[in-house]
């Protein structure tokens, strides 16, 4: 299955999920439950992330309409997409950055994936245009990402909405365990202390079977 064109990162205050259904134009959807991060990272601020769902899609379209509507808390609008979730939503889109992202995948995606790893910042660059970043370093980054322990992608992500400059990654891992080996590694510090951003956070999520 080839990647998908753009994630979509939900949370919710009181997602009951034996009533939710997956919206038609969604290609998959995967269940979050937040987990607290203890690897020490070499900078940025670890979120008090909240259980929700991380959404597949390649129609732009729907996936702003459920973002609309999950911003209106329109009840109607999320039951005539087949979502029957309470209130107080919100949701953040991304687009997928191409071609690094495929070259990092080295499994049949999405492969067994067990933890969700989401790490964002702000691009310094001047314009802050991070698919360029990612369109000219696609290679090195496809090699480096694709070669960390326990991971089956890095989705490379720039902001569909909001602060526009902002990009990161939406990594899926075989474990949480191996997550928090990557946060703590070298590897990420030395990627960390390289790229041209600010503010960055970082989210961990386990998937729910």
């Not at 939710?20 to 990272?41: D, G, H, Q």
């Not at 245009?129 to 322990?149: D, Q, R, S, V, Y």
């Not at 400059?165 to 949480?176: H, L």
Request: with cysteine.
């Amino acid at each position: 299955m080839p990647l998908p064109k753009y994630l979509q990162l939900v949370s919710k205050q009181d997602i009951n999920w034996g009533r939710v259904t997956r919206p038609e134009a969604c290609r998959a959807a995967l269940r979050l439950e937040a987990r607290a991060i203890r690897a020490a990272t070499p900078g940025g601020d670890k979120l008090g992330a909240r259980d929700g769902a991380l959404l597949l899609w390649d129609d732009a379209e729907a996936m702003d309409s459920l973002a609309w509507a999950l911003e209106r808390d329109s009840c109607d609008s999320l039951a005539g997409m087949g979502l029957r979730w309470g209130t107080h939503g919100e949701s953040r889109s991304f687009e997928v950055i191409q071609p690094c992202s495929e070259l990092t995948c080295g499994l049949v995606y999405p492969g067994g994936v067990r933890a969700v790893l989401v790490i964002s910042g702000a691009v310094t660059l001047e314009p802050p245009n991070f698919k360029a970043m990612g369109a000219a370093a696609a290679t090195e980054w496809g090699k480096t990402f694709g070669g960390i322990p326990g991971v089956i992608v890095k989705h490379f992500l720039a902001s569909r909405w909001g602060e526009q400059n902002r990009g990161g990654g939406c990594y899926f891992f075989e474990s949480v365990a191996a997550a928090e080996e990557y946060l703590g590694s070298q590897l990420w510090a030395g990627v960390f202390a390289a790229l041209p951003w600010r503010d960055v956070t970082y989210e961990m999520y386990a998937v729910v079977a």
